[in-house]
């Protein structure tokens, strides 16, 4: 990566805060100097936080799940999150040297209405996540509060998943800085917890480290192998590439793009990576895929000294996904304060939480969910490369980015963009294989089931919207 600093800054005066963020001085608006004081170590601190959670094992467990062995599924974990997380480190130094964040980066190669587009998608992913996330911590407690015996039906649910939505709340309602301190003095201490846990697991765990798996044909297996590739090999560090550069924008201006992407991949894969696989040993113990039971079937009552802890995790998860929430709704034109972006946010994550809550497999039920959102994430990712990179090499006129259409040297709609998007969202499903039938493409079930959505959405995208802007210039 170049080491060069930050790029493309804007020559025209920044756009004031927008009124719905009356507590943090940032809304979409450029970054100034002053304001970038976060080092890459915090911005590391803050991708650690976020992927050290429970429902990073359900990643590594999901091999498990789907048929295949103990060593099948660490190798497609660990080598895949390569692809994914340099991917992702990449667009965290685009966040870099522009200090814009990620939606509004979209108006280059989508236009300036056109980005409207994948920034109201990326407003209803992120409160999806939310209700994920809170599903795995409400799982988590009440499946160890039941080893005391105190159990209470519906009332503690509510009760449990009020508390940890008000902290989430709390934190993201302050913005960048609240989240970046919360993550950089608590993530450590997190860190050292699950190590601790970790060995305990291992130790107290009888890992089946010759678990062959199911019995599967050579194509069943590769099916098998493609589709966690797809959902927790590759696809995890894709799926926070629309949240990059909300924060990557602080890091200070004299920090090296190096230290920007190390930090930021490296935040992303070792946590990932690490709790996938020892979700995965715990799976092929016969502990289930549900994060309750791998908790509780591994260490018991002694899973309440560090509960408090393990509730950091989708917390400083969600804080991210509320956030980024309110960017991308200021993105495409919302004016309403943030406290209502985030109540709305937390009416529809609490619909999603409904969802995994009655579903039977979670497991199961986060494939379909991880599938579903790549099929759009990847494409968008190539295109907004592809234009950064190869169209513009680096040179992206920001103030451009903030200017009416009459002004900005930006169409309102880039037709070549919005057609490759949509191109490359044809291709992911048709390559898609999903565990429901309408996430299962007609090529992919032509050649056996195999799932190369990412891949394919990906490449179409991306190659089609390099032809079509070469063709117009």
């Known amino acids: 990566m170049s080491t060069r600093p930050t790029e493309s800054l804007t020559t025209s005066e920044p756009p004031p805060p927008p009124a719905g963020v009356p507590f943090d001085a940032h809304g979409i608006e450029p970054v100034s100097a002053e304001g970038r004081d976060c080092s890459p170590w915090e911005l590391f601190w803050i991708w650690c936080g976020a992927n050290i959670a429970p429902i990073n094992w359900v990643l590594g467990a999901l091999g498990i799940t789907l048929g295949l062995s103990l060593v099948e599924t660490l190798v497609v974990v660990v080598v895949g999150n390569v692809i994914g997380c340099a991917v992702f480190g990449a667009f965290n130094v685009i966040g870099h040297r522009t200090a814009v964040n990620q939606m509004v980066l979209g108006r280059a190669p989508f236009g300036l209405s056109g980005a409207v587009v994948p920034g109201l998608v990326q407003f209803l992913l992120t409160m999806g996540w939310v209700g994920v996330n809170t599903w795995v911590v409400l799982d988590l407690v009440l499946a160890v509060l039941a080893e005391f015996d105190v159990t209470g039906g519906l009332w503690l649910e509510v009760v449990v998943a009020a508390g940890i939505m008000a902290v989430q709340l709390g934190l993201a309602l302050y913005g960048f800085y609240a989240i970046r301190s919360f993550e950089k003095y608590t993530v450590p201490a997190t860190a050292l917890v699950m190590a601790i846990m970790t060995v305990l697991a291992l130790v107290s765990t009888d890992v089946h480290w010759s678990l062959a798996g199911e019995a599967m044909t050579s194509g069943e297996k590769f099916t098998a192998v493609t589709q966690l590739l797809t959902a927790i090999g590759v696809g995890w560090g894709l799926t926070w590439i629309p949240y990059a550069s ?226 117009a210039t």
């Open 246 to 471: 909300d924060y990557s924008r602080f890091v200070r201006v004299t920090a090296s793009a190096r230290s920007v992407f190390w930090s930021s991949s490296l935040g992303m894969y070792v946590p990932t990576v690490w709790l996938a696989a020892l979700g995965a040993c715990l799976a092929s113990a016969g502990s289930g895929s549900d994060p309750s039971a791998l908790v509780v079937s591994t260490f018991g009552v002694m899973a309440v000294p560090v509960l408090l802890l393990l509730v950091h995790g989708p917390i400083a998860t969600n804080i991210l996904n509320l956030y980024s929430c309110s960017l991308a709704a200021l993105s495409v034109g919302v004016r309403a304060a943030r406290w209502k972006v985030t109540l709305g946010a937390g009416v529809v994550a609490a619909m999603v939480l409904a969802v995994f809550i009655e579903a039977d497999s979670f497991a199961h039920a986060f494939d379909n969910w991880m599938v579903s959102i790549l099929v759009w994430i990847s494409p968008w990712a190539a295109v907004m490369l592809v234009d950064y990179t190869l169209i513009r090499r680096g040179a992206l006129d920001v103030g451009g980015l903030y200017l009416p259409a009459s002004e900005s040297p930006y169409a309102r709609w880039n037709k070549a963009g919005l057609i490759s998007l949509a191109a490359g969202i044809a291709a992911g499903w048709a390559w898609q294989y999903g565990l429901v039938p309408p996430m299962q493409g007609p090529v992919a079930i032509a050649l056996g089931n195999i799932d190369f959505s990412w891949l394919s959405g990906s490449v179409v995208a991306g190659g089609l919207y390099w032809t079509l802007s070469r063709r």
